[in-house]
């Protein structure tokens, strides 16, 4: 690689840098080509010599938040051997506090636009992930169609994820522990644990 190729790949990963950083501290709408510029202390046309557009910049971005998560899947799966249901429970909370630590990324990550782009392998780092609850549903639930399940299930916890957020669950339930709706959303969709 040259001296040239190695400075655009810095400049490339620097951007990046600082648009999660800025996501962190800003949220979504703090996100323009221009102000990621600034703050990497470039002009505003230099991110365009490496991201064409903004939704390429924002699909980098929102690239690192699905490969922060599935590092996390990963590590809660640890050697698997864990019953079905067990792990999908220790993926919801996993989702859940991720989604509460991480609000800016999180709702960058799961912006449709951004996921019907292709340049930047984004469905690559995404699509995995729902995978891994579809085969595990489908082993708890044989019976159902486990995509149907998995989404329905991954809808209810992004509810769970906004609501909570905006604080709006812990005012109707008077919890401060969200683990409680996760095993409702869990019964729900799985059948009761008691009865399995």
């Known amino acids: 690689m040259s001296d040239e190729e190695k400075a655009g790949q810095d400049l490339r990963v620097r951007l990046v840098d600082v648009g999660v950083e800025l996501l962190a501290r800003e949220g979504v709408g703090a996100l323009s080509l221009r102000e990621i510029a600034r703050r990497a202390g470039v002009s505003h046309g230099a991110p365009r010599r490496h991201f064409p557009t903004h939704l390429e910049l924002l699909s980098a971005i929102a690239r690192r938040g699905f490969t922060d998560l599935a590092g996390r899947v990963a590590a809660a799966r640890g050697d698997r051997t864990a019953p079905p249901r067990e792990q999908i429970a220790e993926l919801g909370c996993v989702y859940l506090e991720f989604a509460l630590g991480n609000a800016g990324m999180y709702e960058l990550m799961f912006r449709h636009d951004l996921l019907a782009s292709g340049h930047l ?12 609850l579809v085969e595990l549903v489908g082993r708890v639930r044989p019976d159902a169609d486990a995509r149907a399940v998995t989404a329905a299930l991954w809808a209810n916890l992004h509810g769970i994820a906004q609501l909570w957020s905006w604080g709006s669950l812990q005012l109707a339930t008077g919890t401060d522990d969200f683990v409680p709706l996760l095993r409702t959303a869990l019964d729900a969709h799985l059948g009761s644990e008691a009865g399995r």
């Open 121 to 132: 392998g984004l469905r690559d780092t995404s699509l995995p992930l729902f995978g891994v």
